[in-house]
């Protein structure tokens, strides 16, 4: 730049944009000149959305690269995880499908890449009636409920000695109860448990014996 002199190069420039660079030279917001420059071969990505057959292939890449840097075994994607991935819209696209997985990959503690791994955001979105991997994955969410469930009832409150009878760990358990909403329904079982606990009689103290 300011030079005088001209310098030769050989370079292939790619540009990209998620914006209608069309409708932007037409008002202006984008140098029409600079347009005619660039747009020589022209290339439309469609959103992920429209290309769900890559989710799978994607999802294992991103797998295998947060493996790597996290310094953590590869872990498979469970069916149901999978199911969610397929049917979510991904509005950030593959951005935001890359950091799903690398939070997956940071949190999970389990030899899979759950459900449970996965944002918020995922798991938020109500499954179509008519997807059988979406109506599998509403029946192990449902299976873990009652699971977590029982074990804290049984142990009277003691979520580290539910934990051992689930054979998870601690951390986990209670990542699995705020994901899956149980909070509030394991507060009222406890409390429910506690009130209908009879209590130990107290002691009696016998009367002098009736007079003649």
């Given amino acids: 730049m300011g030079g005088t002199n001209p310098i030769k190069v050989d370079i292939r420039l790619i540009a990209a944009t998620n914006r209608d ?5 037409r008002t202006g917001a984008f140098r029409q000149d600079l347009y005619y420059r660039l747009a020589v071969v022209r290339l439309t990505m469609p959103p992920l959305r429209e290309r769900k057959e ?10 295998q690269k947060y493996a790597k840097r996290c310094k953590v075994k590869t872990r498979p994607v ?14 950030g696209n593959v951005r935001e499908l890359e950091n799903a997985i690398e939070r997956a990959m940071v949190l999970g503690s389990s030899n899979m890449v ?3 791994d996965l944002p918020e955001s995922l ?10 991997a979406a109506k599998y994955h509403s029946a192990v969410k449902e299976l873990k409920k009652q699971l977590i469930l029982g074990a804290v009832e049984q142990t009277h409150g003691s979520y580290a000695e539910a934990a051992r009878i689930l054979g998870v760990h601690p951390n986990y358990l209670h990542r699995l109860i705020r994901n899956l909403e149980l909070k509030d329904v394991l507060r009222e079982t406890l409390q429910e448990g506690a009130r209908s606990t009879p209590r130990p009689a107290g002691k009696v103290t016998a009367g002098s014996a009736d007079r003649s």
């Fill in 21 to 25: 660079l069309d409708d932007a030279v």
């Fill in 54 to 63: 890559d989710i799978p292939m994607l999802t294992r890449h991103f797998v």
């Fill in 78 to 91: 469970s069916r149901e995880a999978m199911a969610c991935l397929v049917n979510h819209d991904w509005p």
């Fill in 114 to 116: 759950l459900t449970e």
């Fill in 123 to 132: 798991l938020e979105r109500a499954a179509s009636p008519d997807m059988a």
